[in-house]
């Protein structure tokens, strides 16, 4: 398996722990703000991303669905109103973030239709072809090892299943690059330190998103992973990108 820059950057340079373990302790700090500083951060717009990320499964009507990096269940409650599938699994490293996804989904009674669990994108713990779509947003720069997570969800997938990713990405457009930079770099640490007292987690998700392979370089990853069908559909001037393929 090829390894990628964004592999190496971590949230605590240093630390002899590995990146997957840092990424769990990271949001497992960060947890009790994580939903409240994605709205104020984003000015509510992740809401639309992720709509938008899930429409891309509609002509497909999953009834099984596998969302990888659950967080605190933000994607697999929407896909129950948008899909109307038949069950949900989401999986998380962190358990801070499960726990408060466990209690959303608690209070808006959707447990028959989801359940959260502790889990790995490298180590999948179900069966081949157990499921008929895999979503993961914001959660692929996270991965210790990214062929390996999405080789392991193709695994997962059933034959014409799909894999549909949201990640943020760089803008291109002059201006806005400049205004992007300057917030990722300095507005987003400040905002992290200030509501979760935790400035390193804003700063690793600017070093994350700097050196992610995106646009073609990402649908390539999953061309050569034997992907079929590969897209991407940049979001908000670039910010965001939808990346997609089926098995």
Request: hydrophobic share 40%; net charge positive.
């Amino acid at each position: 398996m090829a390894e990628f820059a964004h592999d190496k950057v971590t949230p605590l340079q240093g630390s002899t722990l590995s990146k997957k373990e840092q990424v769990a302790g990271m949001f497992d700090s960060i947890a009790f703000r994580y939903d409240f500083l994605n709205r104020f951060l984003s000015a509510g717009t992740d809401i639309r991303w992720r709509k938008k990320a899930l429409a891309q499964l509609k002509n497909l009507n999953p009834q099984t669905i596998l969302d990888v990096a659950t967080g605190t269940a933000d994607v697999a409650i929407m896909a129950c109103s948008t899909l109307q599938p038949k069950s949900i699994v989401g999986i998380d490293i962190s358990n801070g973030m499960l726990e408060l996804g466990r209690k959303k989904v608690e209070k808006l009674k959707l447990g028959h239709l989801i359940s959260l669990q502790q889990g790995d994108s490298e180590t999948i713990n179900f069966a081949d072809n157990s499921f008929d779509a895999v979503t993961v947003a914001f959660g692929v720069r996270n991965f210790q090892h990214l062929e390996q997570g999405l080789a392991e969800i193709k695994r997962v997938l059933r034959p014409g299943g799909k894999l549909v990713v949201l990640e943020f990405s760089k803008p291109k457009a002059a201006g806005m690059k400049q205004l992007y930079s300057l917030y990722m770099h300095t507005v987003a640490p400040a905002a992290g330190k200030l509501f979760s007292k935790n400035r390193n987690a804003y700063k690793y998700l600017d070093e994350s998103i700097k050196k992610f392979p995106e646009g073609k370089n990402f649908t390539t990853v999953l061309d050569q992973l034997g992907y079929a069908n590969t897209y991407y559909k940049p979001l908000s001037l670039g910010i965001c990108t939808i990346y997609c393929g089926d098995k």
